[in-house]
């Protein structure tokens, strides 16, 4: 299920969600100054996690602001601390060469595992690896989303991925072939449809 809304909207009517996975928006994706999205960014972590019945998993990619790094996975440890959540799994996704330099944001990404119960059967998987084929540019990558479904496949209380910024549906498509149902939230109608195409084919396949 593909939900056309904001997520301020959709979260206050949420009593619980069974397994997140998500990449919050960037700044540049809001129309919120610094210490505005700073501020949201923080609250609607606490609100997802707070009602995550597992794992609420976050893909997310650091941004430099004015010459300053916005490390995201402080931001989100701080969020979960709030929320009653451990750190389980801390991933580092690389989007560029070793010995690439991007000038606008760092060439590496986040995967953030953070759960309530202590998660008693923690699988290894490696912790540093390249991102892999995307669908568009900065989505998550195979690897990455392989990465995520690797560990969540291992446990039976996991049946339903939410993603409350499901984009263009990467997330929710890797769900669909992995036979979860899925949710997911957007507020741009014509990502909604993006997505849904995207299921759609799954299906047909």
């Not at 009602?51 to 916005?70: H, M």
């Not at 209380?157 to 990467?170: A, M, N, R, V, Y």
């Not at 939230?185 to 396949?205: F, G, H, P, Q, W």
Request: aromatic share 12%; with cysteine.
């Amino acid at each position: 299920m593909i939900i056309n809304d904001d997520v301020n909207n959709w979260i206050t009517k949420q009593n619980s969600i069974n397994c997140l996975v998500t990449s919050m928006p960037d700044k540049e994706e809001t129309d919120l100054n610094h210490s505005e999205w700073n501020k949201w960014f923080k609250d609607i972590a606490f609100r997802l996690m707070n009602i995550t019945e597992t794992y609420a998993v976050f893909y997310q990619t650091d941004r430099k602001y004015n010459g300053k790094l916005i490390p995201k996975d402080k931001l989100l440890y701080e969020a979960a601390q709030m929320a009653n959540m451990d750190l389980i799994y801390h991933k580092i996704v690389l989007k560029v060469n070793v010995d690439k330099v991007n000038l606008y944001r760092p060439g590496y990404s986040h995967i953030l595992f953070f759960s309530k119960d202590k998660r008693t059967t923690q699988p290894v998987t490696p912790d540093v690896f390249h991102n892999g084929k995307m669908y568009y540019k900065n989505s998550i990558g195979e690897n990455a989303l392989n990465c995520i479904y690797n560990i969540l496949d291992k446990y039976d209380d996991i049946d339903t991925i939410t993603d409350s910024f499901c984009g263009k549906g990467s997330i929710l498509c890797a769900a669909k072939e992995r036979n979860y149902n899925y949710v997911g939230v957007e507020i741009l109608s014509d990502y909604c449809d993006i997505t849904n195409k995207r299921l759609a084919e799954i299906m047909k396949d």
